[in-house]
């Protein structure tokens, strides 16, 4: 249940960004954006692991490497 409450979290804050973002058409300077890019490849690196461990699929290591290296390791 924890696992599907986090995901939920993720879902809606992605949610609540976009109107954000659309609303107050922001422009992100240089270092702003690249950081945020490194958070989406973060959180869809996350997400498509976790995917293949639920669905049982073979984990991709590809995928969970860049999680685990954007976020210190730590699972």
């Known amino acids: 249940m924890d696992v ?9 804050a ?6 954000l973002l659309h609303k ?3 422009r992100f300077i240089a ?9 989406c490849d973060g959180a869809e690196a ?3 692991a976790v995917r293949d461990l ?5 984990l991709n ?4 490497a860049v999680f685990l290296e954007e976020n210190g390791g730590l699972l």
Do not use: K
Not at 4 to 9: C, Q, V, W
Not at 31 to 39: P, S, T
Not at 54 to 58: E, N, V, Y
């Open 46 to 48: 996350a997400i498509a």
């Open 31 to 39: 270092d702003r954006a690249e950081a945020i890019a490194e958070l």
């Open 14 to 19: 992605a949610s609540r960004a976009l109107p």
């Open 4 to 12: 599907f409450n986090a995901m939920a979290e993720i879902r809606m």
């Open 24 to 26: 107050q058409q922001i």
């Open 54 to 58: 639920a669905t049982g699929s073979a």
């Open 61 to 64: 290591d590809a995928a969970l």
